[in-house]
């Protein structure tokens, strides 16, 4: 029975950090600063849509994230992919005057090969996902650097300038930022993906059991390459994104996107070992770390004290999540001790 009931909580284990939320949020109203007529500030429409503005593009990498975390896998390369998408999307429309949908496509393509390269590398190289990206990180920043000419490149409408379409990422609908509802909807289907699809299945089967994925016959190599192939090219999305909302493409953006990502996935009760998470978690992860990041805005925090908060964090949520499995290893030696005195 006990057994019974742990395994239906820990089919719900998105639960947690939606409580989280609950309780972030609550904290965020009773901490929240006021204005002059003594309104909470926090409360305000403006700054709430305002958290979901900021926290959408961290959200979109962070689903791409998830696949690869749940595989086994983990990718240090996400934010400066961000930066070599939005540096692509800026001199696409602005010098190389390629047009909208072909400048997205360009950005998209060349994310999406630099998350192939990523994977293709792992997989038949065998060589560490931590080490791959980090060399990915580094050659990302790179190419954006050299397309840009180590300078940042604007963004501007009219004659010979992008097409208003493009005006599309700044803009709200019902007072909600336009990235907010992408976040959402690719959210919802790679949700469904994970959830509902053979590839889902075969993502959590992987970083469950390699080996055992293997016997069975699953193509281990290419479907672990597919997840860093979706996290490059959500990461290219979320750069287009990124130039939209700035009205520029700077090659020197992006940096600590990883960090962000990797909190909010960790968050969410995604395990670093594989085999364990849910998108919904993720999407509460990421809202953790907005309204955190929010509360101590409005209070003046400095921004390296907000980032020791979030290393501080993640070490935390790890903690939670694997330091029990660390213990049943010496409740059983301790067993055996005890069973092999007895004899």
Excluded at 184 to 210: D, M
């Amino acid at each position: 029975m006990d057994k019974t009931y742990r395994l239906k909580f820990s089919e719900r284990e998105w639960i947690k950090p939606v409580f989280g939320v609950l309780i972030i949020f609550v904290m965020c109203i009773v901490f929240s600063p006021t204005n002059t007529k003594g309104d909470l500030v926090f409360l305000k429409f403006e700054n709430l849509t305002n958290i979901l503005r900021q926290v959408s593009e961290n959200g979109i990498i962070a689903v791409g994230m998830t696949y690869v975390i749940i595989a086994g896998g983990i990718d240090l390369s996400v934010g400066s992919i961000l930066a070599l998408s939005a540096t692509i999307t800026a001199f696409g429309l602005m010098d190389w005057q390629l047009g909208f949908l072909i400048t997205m496509a360009l950005a998209l393509a060349v994310s999406s090969i630099a998350g192939f390269l990523n994977g293709a590398i792992t997989s038949w190289g065998k060589i560490q996902s931590f080490i791959v990206t980090l060399a990915m990180m580094t050659a990302a920043r790179g190419f954006a650097l050299f397309i840009a000419n180590n300078n940042s490149r604007d963004v501007g409408f009219g004659p010979g300038g992008a097409p208003s379409v493009f005006a599309v990422f700044s803009t709200s609908y019902w007072g909600i930022p336009f990235p907010v509802f992408i976040f959402i909807a690719t959210t919802l289907l790679f949700l469904l993906v994970l959830k509902k699809t053979k590839f889902g299945r075969y993502v959590y089967a992987i970083g469950s059991n390699e080996e055992a994925a293997v016997l069975a016959g699953l193509r281990v190599k290419w479907i672990r390459t597919y997840t860093f192939v979706l996290a490059g090219a959500l990461s290219g999305l979320a750069g287009i994104i990124h130039a939209g909302q700035l009205m520029q493409g700077n090659p020197n953006d992006g940096v600590g996107f990883e960090l962000d990502a990797i909190a909010a996935v960790v968050i969410g009760g995604t395990s670093l070992m594989g085999g364990k998470g849910t998108l919904e978690g993720t999407f509460a992860g990421v809202l953790i770390i907005g309204l955190l990041s929010n509360i101590l805005g409005l209070h003046g925090i400095q921004k390296d004290f907000q980032l020791m908060l979030k290393g501080a964090i993640i070490v935390a949520a790890v903690f939670v999540q694997e330091g029990g499995i660390k213990l049943h290893p010496l409740r059983s030696m301790s067993r055996n001790k005890g069973e092999t005195s007895r004899r």
